[in-house]
């Protein structure tokens, strides 16, 4: 069992910045996939970044893509989400999802729910335009 939970939300302007933290219970270089998700209001689940542990390959949505960064500290066992440039449309809970599944998982896993066991509680991100 792997708990993840996530800190670092809040309410920005349009155009900052916010870090959001998922620190897992596990080591990170053993849980082999963590995506963060989002979900607006009235909207679906959507994943935004994801990190394989393997390499530290990482995946976004082209949604954030060149405004959000994710990244590791392995020491830490804590997977970080740099969102700059933010807009309104980024407003959503954000949650950490983390799977200890087998090495090699292929095609968008990093996007789907489904495939991902161990889930934070969220943090709302708020961005006023």
């Known amino acids: 069992q792997v708990q993840v939970v996530e800190s670092g939300g809040g309410s920005v302007q349009a155009g900052g910045s916010l870090t959001l933290s998922c620190t897992a219970s596990?080591?990170?270089?053993?849980?082999?996939?963590i995506t963060w998700f989002r979900q607006p209001p009235g909207a679906e689940r959507e994943g935004v970044a994801g990190i394989y542990s393997g390499e530290g390959t990482t995946y976004y949505a082209d949604s954030v893509k060149g405004r959000f960064t994710i990244s590791r500290n392995n020491s830490k066992n804590t997977v970080y989400l740099q969102m700059n440039s933010l807009k309104p449309e980024d407003t959503a809970k954000y949650y950490c999802a983390a799977d200890d599944g087998p090495r090699g998982r292929s095609g968008r896993w990093w996007s789907d729910a489904r495939l991902f066991g161990y889930w934070g509680q969220g943090t709302q991100v708020t961005v006023s335009s």
């Open positions: 596990a080591s990170t270089t053993s849980v082999n996939y």
